[in-house]
């Protein structure tokens, strides 16, 4: 038989979550925290940290490939500034989340929401909007603004007293940090929880994998995030693409570029010299040329700067080795970047990503005009 929980609380590593947790907790009630996993936020790997350190009850709940599917077939509400779909993120995650309230029996759910604080997700109509759609209805509380929304079925049964709930609101966090100061915690975690898909950086890398991954799955959105992400294009045009290769830029991005690396995946090690690790993903049916693995393993050893002075010094090609289907082969290349024949390696550019993402919503919403 699971265990059961009188509260199911989403707890995304920031501190408003946090602290709705800790004022439900007060009231006596039992508590299970859902950490979401995904390749753009979650922190699986500190939810035993967490549970010591908040004394909290809390598991971690992978969610990515429902996650990448929404990003697919593009959030119902849009994007937000960057490619974050925050109004359908929370939908998603909250119908997960009502999914474990019945499993554990517990009687509602809770968010560190706050009126007001963020543009997109914590207006009065989309948090609204939220609560109707993701079906979790009035069992959904938001202890930290519960006083400036209308009373929920737990408070109206007496399940939850609304008189020790809060009526915080806007973007000033002051009444956070004096709750935090209250229930002492003292190592304070950062608000949102760090969710990659707000960061221009990464969300060019993962509209790019949107545009020209043939069927993107959770593990490329994971090796573009993991060192610098670059697509062979057919043209200076960039608008249309290829292979995808990500460079690690530092020791741990190589060591994990290794780990995300798929049987006909190609791997590119230097071979003796320092220089970073690459990652070609091969998508299906999509075979690489020799030709192109050739430039994309001179594009790598591009990127290893004493190396490729030496190159320039003495004229000897560096030797890349090149890991697929268990076998390994030795190239020897010239550290260089052009891809020749017309062909150009480049990062995605954020100002094309964005006016792509705004002709797709502008699209969107003529359409649902007719
Ligand atoms: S910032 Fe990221 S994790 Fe937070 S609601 Fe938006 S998409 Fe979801």
Same mark, same amino acid.
């Given at each position: 038989m699971p265990r059961q929980y009188d509260v199911i609380a989403l707890l995304s590593g920031g501190l408003d979550s946090l602290l709705a947790a800790h004022l439900i907790r007060r009231q006596g009630k039992k508590i299970l925290g859902l950490n979401f996993v995904t390749p753009f936020f979650g922190k699986a790997h500190l939810v035993e940290k967490w549970k010591n350190l908040y004394g909290l009850e809390l598991m971690a709940v992978d969610v990515s490939r429902e996650f990448v599917d929404m990003l697919v077939e593009r959030p119902g509400h849009g994007f937000g500034k960057m490619l974050n779909p925050c109004v359908d993120c929370k939908i998603l995650l909250l119908r997960k989340a009502v999914e474990l309230m019945r499993e554990y029996g517990a009687r509602a759910v809770i968010t560190g929401e706050v009126l007001g604080? =963020?543009?997109?997700?914590? =207006?009065l109509d989309a948090l609204n909007i939220i609560k109707r759609e993701s079906g979790v209805g009035d069992l959904l509380l938001r202890p930290l603004c519960a006083k400036l929304l209308p009373e929920t079925e737990p408070e109206q049964s007496g399940f939850i007293d609304r008189s020790a709930l809060l009526a915080l609101s806007g973007r000033n966090r002051k009444g956070q940090l004096a709750l935090a100061g209250e229930f002492g915690i003292t190592d304070i975690p950062t608000p949102?929880?760090?969710? !990659?898909?707000?960061?221009q950086e990464k969300s060019r890398a993962y509209w790019a994998v949107l545009r020209f991954a043939p069927n993107p799955a959770p593990t490329d959105f994971a090796v573009v995030k993991n060192g610098r992400p670059y697509w062979l294009f057919?043209?200076?045009? !960039?608008d249309r693409a290829s292979c995808m290769l990500s460079i690690g830029r530092n020791r741990e991005d190589n060591e994990r570029l290794e780990q995300l690396a798929q049987k006909d995946d190609l791997l590119f090690l230097p071979a003796g010299f320092t220089g970073p690790t690459a990652l070609g993903r091969v998508f299906a049916d999509a075979p690489w040329t020799n030709a192109e693995v050739f430039s994309a393993a001179s594009l790598t050893a591009s990127f290893a700067p004493k190396a490729a002075r030496s190159f320039e010094l003495d004229g000897k090609p560096l030797k890349m080795l090149v890991r697929t289907g268990g076998e390994e082969q030795v190239l020897e290349v010239k550290p260089e970047r052009a891809a020749g024949n017309g062909r150009v390696w480049s990062a995605y550019p954020w100002e094309k990503a964005r006016e792509e993402i705004r002709a797709e919503a502008a699209a969107k919403a003529r359409a649902r005009a007719f």
């Open positions: 604080q =963020r543009p997109m997700s914590q =207006r949102a929880g760090g969710c !990659l898909l707000t960061e057919d043209s200076p045009t !960039l």
